[in-house]
């Protein structure tokens, strides 16, 4: 089945930092990727849409210029953090798309293990 | 826009049957999804509806009513295992899925 990977699994940061997340897909060739947001016993939001040779769309109230997305092969999209405060100390998780996939299931998303940053 | 309502917390005894609920209101149905998470692990897919009825997958079993809004996931013989959050998701209209806030499932001896 398709695999995602993510890198690191764990990060701490000082703050004013940044932070780069990889987000791999191992055995496909994802076109579209996305980076979700996780806070504790909440659900994912997602952040952003990452598109292989393009820029990456935003969710309302995300700053692009906080959350760089680069998208520049088709097996990896990276997320840096910017100047990373506190408050963006979250579980980050990236999904992508394997387009010879779900037949069954529409646009079926695999995602990966998640990041865990902590910003000091 | 989505809005996904789900308990927030439930609890259940091994070897017990579960179900959870999830409505649903969305201006355009594109199927609903159930997922699984461990804390501090990404989601794993459970299950996918399009139709109305029930699915099931071994333990696990999930149900749709369209004309309700309404789903659910049903899961028998629980294992301590089973204890997690399980989200429900139902995807827009670029069938990029918005996720309820999940519900924890403690399974007890």
């Known amino acids: 089945g398709a695999v995602v990977s993510q890198h690191p699994s764990r990060v701490i940061c000082k703050s004013g930092t940044s932070v780069k997340i990889e987000c791999r897909s191992l055995?496909?060739?994802?076109?579209?990727m996305f980076w979700y947001r996780q806070f504790p016993k909440q659900s994912l939001m997602l952040m952003a849409t990452s598109n292989e040779g393009s820029k990456a769309t935003y969710e309302q109230g995300v700053e692009k210029d906080k959350f760089l997305i680069n998208h520049a092969s088709l097996t990896l999209s990276t997320l840096t953090v910017t100047s990373a405060h506190p408050e963006d100390s979250s579980f980050y998780i990236c999904s992508a798309r394997d387009p010879l996939a779900g037949r069954r299931v529409p646009n079926e998303q695999f995602f990966g293990p998640g990041t865990r940053l902590t910003v000091l | 826009g989505q809005n996904i309502d789900q308990p927030t917390e439930m609890t259940a005894t091994e070897g017990a049957i579960v179900q959870i609920n999830c409505t649903y209101q969305t201006s355009g149905f594109n199927g609903l999804f159930w997922y699984q998470q461990h804390a501090g692990e990404a989601p794993t897919f459970l299950s996918y509806?399009?139709?109305?009825g029930l699915e099931e997958k071994g333990r696990f079993s999930s149900f749709l009513s369209r004309s309700k809004g309404y789903s659910y996931l049903l899961l028998k013989e629980l294992q301590m295992k089973d204890s997690a959050s399980y989200l429900c998701?139902?995807?827009?209209?670029?069938?990029?899925?918005?996720f309820g806030r999940g519900t924890s499932l403690i399974v007890h001896p």
């Open positions: 509806n399009v139709l109305d």
């Open positions: 998701a139902v995807p827009g209209g670029s069938y990029i899925p918005t």
């Open positions: 055995d496909f060739q994802a076109t579209t």
